[in-house]
């Protein structure tokens, strides 16, 4: 379980430090830039390799929550503690 948290918080880190956000985005509706770089880096994490198959499932639910909370990337990047546990719910629902 301990592996488990050292790879969320890394993801975690990595997605606060790299993604920037495009503006036009609001809670609940994200740009399609905003959408493709959540995508994109995501899919470059080698740590989500964990969850094989689910590795697109846990990346959709991460967005989608991620969306629904945060009216933009900056503002979900400025709280580290709110995406991780997204990140823990989401590995939670792919159980």
């Not at 990595?14 to 994200?30: A, D, E, N, P």
């Not at 929550?65 to 823990?88: H, L, P, Q, R």
Request: include cysteine; proline fraction near 0%.
């Amino acid at each position: 379980m301990k592996r488990k948290n050292s790879i969320f918080i890394v993801v975690i880190i990595f997605f606060s430090l790299i993604l920037i956000s495009c503006g036009g985005s609001v809670k609940g509706k994200w740009s399609q830039s905003d959408k493709e770089k959540v995508y994109k880096t995501m899919e470059g994490v080698k740590e989500l390799s964990n969850f094989g198959a689910n590795k697109t499932k846990w990346i959709d639910c991460y967005f989608s929550k991620c969306e629904a909370n945060y009216s933009s990337f900056e503002n979900a990047n400025t709280d580290v503690n709110g995406v991780t546990k997204i990140g823990f719910e989401c590995a939670e629902e792919l159980k």
